[in-house]
T-cell receptor, first 114, second 111 residues
Framework: GAGVSQSPSNKVTEKGKDVELRCDPI?????LYWYRQRLGQGLEFLIY????????KSGLPSDRFSAERTGESVSTLTIQRTQQEDSAVYLC????????????FGPGTRLTVT | RKEVEQDPGPFNVPEGATVAFNCTYS??????FFWYRQDCRKEPKLLMS???SGNEDGRFTAQLNRASQYISLLIRDSKLSDSATYLC????????????FGTGTRLKVLA
């Protein structure tokens, strides 16, 4: 079946512009995660959605970052007034439900802020 | 102190060698542990879960030492295709599903 998809695959933007990144999880997966991975670094947790519960936003680095998820489907991560330090790969992952810990990752969106 | 720490490497080993990585975690209440593999410019993929009793999957063996708060990954008979970055992942607290990733250990298997 289809895996996690993300769009765009690459995004180059000017400092100060807003960007919106999209994630389509695996159908039926109730949990969805966003991570940031800077070059040569590990994955940094940003936000976690589980069903209709309030999301865990504890990893969002500033109020310029926000994310939404419609039901148990697509999610968008929005970065306002982008800064050069926002340049990274943004990875989305989904997990079926509480019966499994396995996350399935999308290919990521490579964001470059010039 | 970082919540999850790994030696970044790289570990350069010849084909056929045995190599082991350790990962330490700071939260003694951590409940679940995993190893993920990430190939260059690719997304991470689950390699194996780590159980208290230790577990083996072919050439890969994972161990958990709760007393010393570390997990390990042993790769026997290394293949060129094992070259990748190995990420240690910890779930902090029981009932939560927030994954904490280490920065990864890079492995290069040389012909």
């Amino acid at each position: 079946g289809a895996g996690v998809s993300q769009s765009p695959s690459n995004k180059v933007t000017e400092k100060g512009k807003d960007v919106e990144l999209r994630c389509d999880p695996i159908s039926g997966h109730t949990a969805l995660y966003w991570y940031r991975q800077r070059l040569g670094q590990g994955l940094e947790f940003l936000i976690y959605f589980q069903g209709n519960s309030a999301p865990d936003k504890s990893g969002l680095p500033s109020d310029r970052f926000s994310a939404e998820r419609t039901g148990e489907s697509v999610s968008t991560l929005t970065i306002q007034r982008t800064q050069q330090e926002d340049s990274a790969v943004y990875l989305c992952a989904s997990r079926v439900d509480f019966s499994s810990y396995e996350q399935y990752f999308g290919p990521g969106t490579r964001l470059t802020v010039t | 102190r970082k919540e999850v720490e790994q030696d970044p490497g790289p570990f350069n080993v010849p084909e056929g060698a045995t190599v082991a990585f350790n990962c330490t975690y700071s939260n003694s209440a951590s409940q679940s542990f995993f190893w993920y593999r990430q190939d260059c410019r690719k997304e991470p993929k689950l390699l194996m879960s780590v159980y208290s009793s230790g577990n083996e999957d072919g050439r890969f063996t994972a161990q958990l030492n709760r007393a010393s708060q570390y997990i390990s990954l042993l790769i026997r008979d290394s293949k060129l295709s094992d070259s990748a970055t190995y990420l240690c992942v910890v779930i902090g607290l029981s009932g939560t599903y927030k994954y904490i990733f280490g920065t990864g250990t890079r492995l290069k298997v040389l012909a």
